[in-house]
Structure formats: structure tokens, C-alpha cells
């Protein structure tokens, strides 16, 4: 029969990472071991994460899991850099299981429900505009007056 969570690709995909970092850590010791230690706690948060949240009933409680889940995904990444740097992880190595960690904060941002890209519009700062009817924030901005743009656009 199976619980709800154990049907998701993105757990399932979660728990052979996992797999993978207690392979790895096995092998990780020393001035590598607090590094080994975060790597483990991250790596399980994930699946941890996408089980608790999926059992939420409401959205924004289910988000908030896959967020945090999405996030830890985010965390191994940077510590399989801070192993690579310390040469105890292979460039190629680290770079086979980011796939596996993009593809894991993919799908988790769509189970979130929310869009998972990293960019700037193609603006230059300072040049864009806003419109005076539409503005939620409370800045008022004389029509056709050139206004700051210090946060990203959507």
C-alpha cells in the first residue's frame, strides 16, 4: 500500500542521495568530520521534510516544508563544495549528485508551489519604472518619473 509521501519521485530521489552521503561518509574523518556531520544531518532533512509536509492539510503548512526540505537540498550543495575545496570530494563526483540536488529543489519548488529560478531582469538598476495605479508598496511615483529598482522584479 505504501504511505503518501513514499509515491513522490522527489522522496524517492531524496532517499538515494541520502544513500549516497552514508556511503560517502563512511570515508570522512578528521578536519573533514563537521563537515560529514552537517552533510548528514542536511541530507536527511530533505526527505524528512517532503514526508512531514506532504501529510499537511493546509498549503501553506505543506509549502513551508518543501521549503525547508528545498532549502537543505540547497545546504548539501554547498557542503559537497566545501568537501571539494577540503579535496575530500572529486569535482565530477560533486557535480553528479548537484544534478541530483537541482533536480531535487525542482521538484520541491513545484510541490511548493512556487517558481525555483536564480536571475535579474536584463534592467540596468535604477532605470525601471513604476506605475503610479499599481503600487502596492506605497511609493508614490510621478508618471513617467524614473524610480530606484533595489529589488528584483517578478
Same mark, same amino acid.
Given at each position: @500500500? ?5 509515491? %513522490? ?6 532517499? #538515494?542521495?541520502? !544513500? ?6 563512511? =570515508? %570522512?574523518? &578528521? ?7 552537517? /552533510? $548528514?544531518? =542536511?541530507? /536527511? #532533512? *530533505?526527505?524528512?521534510? *517532503? ?8 498549503? &501553506? ?12 537540498? %540547497?545546504?548539501? !550543495? ?28 525542482? @521538484? $520541491? #519548488? ?12 536584463? =534592467? +540596468?538598476?535604477? *532605470? &525601471?519604472?513604476?506605475? +503610479? ?5 506605497? *511609493?508614490?511615483?510621478? +508618471? &513617467? =518619473?524614473? !524610480? ?7
Amino acid at each position: @500500500m505504501g504511505l503518501g509521501h513514499e509515491k %513522490l519521485d522527489v522522496y524517492r530521489l531524496s532517499i #538515494s542521495y541520502v !544513500a549516497w552521503v552514508y556511503e560517502k561518509a563512511s =570515508a %570522512l574523518s &578528521g578536519t573533514h568530520r563537521h563537515a560529514r556531520d552537517q /552533510q $548528514l544531518r =542536511a541530507s /536527511q #532533512s *530533505i526527505p524528512l521534510n *517532503i514526508a512531514e509536509g506532504n501529510g499537511k492539510s493546509s498549503e &501553506g503548512d505543506r509549502r513551508r516544508y518543501f521549503e525547508i526540505a528545498r532549502g537543505s537540498a %540547497l545546504e548539501c !550543495a554547498a557542503i559537497q563544495d566545501v568537501l571539494v575545496v577540503g579535496k575530500a570530494l572529486s569535482v565530477e563526483e560533486s557535480q553528479s549528485h548537484k544534478i541530483e540536488l537541482d533536480r531535487i529543489a525542482a @521538484m $520541491l #519548488s513545484r510541490l511548493g508551489g512556487r517558481g525555483y529560478s536564480v536571475g535579474e531582469d536584463s =534592467a +540596468p538598476y535604477g *532605470i &525601471g519604472r513604476l506605475d +503610479p495605479d499599481n503600487d502596492p508598496e506605497g *511609493i508614490k511615483v510621478q +508618471p &513617467g =518619473a524614473a !524610480a530606484d529598482v533595489d529589488k528584483p522584479r517578478r
